[in-house]
């Protein structure tokens, strides 16, 4: 029943694309103008590009429906922004410029020529003037800018730093954790005796968005060319530093597109030449490459013509595309190849696309199917990369089968008039085997094909007899078996997450300014804001009370918060106010009467949402410490919530939500290994679906499935022994896995079953024959796609660069080693319609011997596809 099914499905639409080769092959300047005409018409998208860019690094990088997005909602409409600024208690990162300050010799900090040269930074930072000065710009407090705490400590004299008994990481109740860094503290006693960096920060106020652009472009400018420092070493970073960077990416990789395409187009056209000066396809390799270029520019312009966001990632695309439209081109010219040289045009083309039509559009179907699945990922550069990637595969079947096909066929009409592949006049035949340029258009007289490539040669008399013994195989699974045991080590190897500073090109000021701060500033994470949002918690009830202190107490002693820093609470200094006070803390209506008067006259005014008589919100603050990696984010956002899920356990519960604006980043963490396992296993099984359908035997079609699970486990765990971590980045390309480890098992499987030989050894050998050199050239080109993304700036593209490498090595390995080796242990793995295609050859091979017809010559054609 399977086999009646794959076949029913398989021989129409066999029979489909003979019908519609032959219709190519009669009216082939038809197609090649219609292709044009569209490719121009929707290129024109290509004016809607720069509004269409989407960039921006939150909305791109990071879960659209991220738990801490839908927190930070909350927290804005319950504390509204106030006037007083606090860096604490800000929603977002807030509009800041910040430089990190280093001995030149990496030594003490804390001296007093370096506090010279650091006095002498801030005062020329406050000086810079854009139309407004720092002091009309900065955020303030209590009608003063803010300051930076060292700075106050030591009344901005470079001479008090070594007179001053500084503590830490509190001094004086004034936080020093981000201020002062590489810290080493007096044996037995909380006093710095020295320190390796100092940063500033200079907050704005955001509110002036378009005169802060300004300013903080104006302080790049001046750090960029500071160069008055003596005794320092100065990083520095604005908030715009990161978004900025990250837009000069595309910069970075639009010089390669050109050297891409020349490469491209070079080991095309030397892939497929010969010495034949008429059988050479110089013209066609060429046009396969334009090809895959107009799809480019057919699918972009229509999604831009749409209003589709383009995001940087998309960027890459293109180099994918030149390489899965060369491998079609390839597989298709091999078909031709094939076809016996005397018959008619149209036939030829007809039965090159009986043979390569299924196989093409198999792997398209994988390739397009398996980006449309990754739409479903939450990552919105992951989404536009594969609606943009899907779309242009998409196009690039439909151009190979129009316009790359109508070339073919018009250099069929060339080959068949005996003309020379650039003059175009026509030649003679060559007598015997001799080749030189004046002559042309040999083939092999007892095939009537043409003669076969050497590296066609190698496959079939070599390299497949040699692949079917039985001691290769042997060895061959041995080989596997190693790789297997590699891949499946390096995916417990996985780091997971995007780390920021990757966003911003080699070099870049923001990459020194986030390795320093991850040198000296990691002791001390984010102070996670814990806000009570249950609007009937009674503060002023003992017992409800003893919960929140219990609560606070579980985060307290938590491993990543810092149990020597007590919570900063609101309720607490209340509770000590009222003491001091002398009202009943425990009574509601006291509590609520004295509470307006409280929060006016202490700091703690933007932490409690009062109205109307009523507490509906409130908010604490607890320190993280040791926050160095990923792995430590990862485990700090997981514990601190399920910390605040055991709270709301407790009798009475106290609801919390976490928050803090990394958390926006850090989501990442808590979806991009179910999201990816989702998108894999969803893919995977829409492959094995397509496979079931169009390749005519469901054990072959499991193989298919198989090599797609083996590729993406050994692409997974070669990428974390490569130092690239699982993120949105990373994520792309394990989806394209899927379908590129289809297209190389899907061709050669498709072969095999349909091969006419007889044995399992035979049929492996004839469908390495067949696909072998195709599936070498494709993975080639594709490589020469993406090799010169390896001297790209970016992390994006360096990244797919590296996966890209061993998605195509590991597909072309299966394709050809692999599987042709586990496929003859299927034994003899054919559809029906092959067998009974064998018998009805015998007998017509015993009753009548093919003539030549020299008035018209052309050998016996199709009735249905009549010569010209």
Known sequence: MAKCKTDCIERPLSLAFEKLGCVVGRHPCVFLLVALYVAAALGAGFVFLQEREANDIEDQFTPVNGPA?????????????????????????????????????????????????????????????????????????????????????????????????????????????????????????????????????????????????????????????????????????????????????????????????????????????????????????????????????????????????????????????????????????????????????????AETYKEAGVSITITTLTDVLAFYIGLLTPFRSVQSFCLYTSTALLFCYIFNIVFFGACLALNGRREKGNRHWLTCMEVPEPTG??????????????????????????????????????????LVCLIYAGYLAVSIYGCFQIQEGLDLKHLAVDGSYVGDYYDKEDEFFSDFGPNVMLVIKDEHFQYWNPTARKSLDLCLEKFQNLTLADSDLPPISWLHVYLQYGMNSGFDVDNETQFKSQLTAFLNYSDFSQDVNFTNNQIHASRMFVQSVNIRTAIDEKNMLNTFRETAVECGKLQPPVNLIMYHPAFIYFDQYAVIISNTIQNIVVATCAMLVISLLLIPNPLCSLWVTFSIASVIVGVAGFMALWDVSLDSVSMINLVICIGFSVDFSAHISYAFVSSEKSSANEKATDAITKLGYPIVQGAVSTIAGVVVLAAAKSYIFRTFFKIMLLVILFGAVHGIVFIPVFLTFLGNCSNSRVKNKQYSDTNKQQKAVPVMDHAKNVWGTDPDCPSL
């Open 433 to 474: 085997d001799a080749i030189a340029c004046c002559v042309g258009g040999a083939y092999d007289v007892d095939t009537h094909k043409e003669f076969e490539m050497p590296m066609d040669s190698f496959f079939k008399h070599y390299y497949g007899p040699f692949l079917t013994r039985v001691w290769v195989k042997m």
């Open 69 to 349: 997005k839908l927190e930070r909602a909350f927290v804005v409409e319950t504390f509204p922004q106030s006037e007083e600024f606090s860096q604490i208690r800000l929603t977002s990162e807030g509009t800041y410029a910040s430089v990190i300050i280093t001995d030149l010799n990496g030594e003490n900090i804390l001296t007093v020529p370096a506090f010279n040269d650091i006095i002498e930074l801030d005062r020329q930072v406050k000086s810079i003037t854009t139309g407004n000065t720092f002091e009309n710009l900065c955020a303030k407090t209590k009608g003063r800018c803010m300051s930076n705490t060292i700075l106050d400590i030591i009344n901005y004299n470079a001479a008090e730093i070594v007179s001053s008994k500084i503590t830490y990481p509190l001094n004086n109740s004034m936080f020093l954790g981000s201020s002062i860094g590489g810290v080493e503290l007096k044996p037995d006693s909380s006093e710095i005796s020295s320190a390796k960096a100092v940063r500033l920060f200079y907050f704005l106020d955001e509110k002036k968005t378009k005169e802060n652009s300004y300013w903080l472009d104006d302080f790049l400018k001046l750090l960029s060319n500071y160069t008055e420092q003596k005794t320092v070493n100065v990083s520095y970073f604005t908030s715009l530093s990161r978004q900025k960077e990250f837009e000069t990416n595309s910069d970075s990789v639009i010089p390669l597109f050109s050297a891409t395409y020349f490469l491209a187009i070079n080991i095309s056209v030397l892939s497929c030449l010969r010495l034949d000066c008429v059988r050479t396809k110089v013209w066609v390799a060429l046009f396969g490459v334009v090809s895959a270029g107009m799809a480019v520019l057919a699918s972009f312009g229509m999604l831009l013509f749409c209003g589709m966001p383009f995001a940087m990632t998309v960027a890459s695309a293109p180099f994918l595309i030149l390489g899965v439209g060369v491998d079609d081109m390839f597989i298709m010219i091999s078909c031709w190849q094939k076809t016996e040289v005397h018959k008619a045009v149209e036939v030829r083309l």
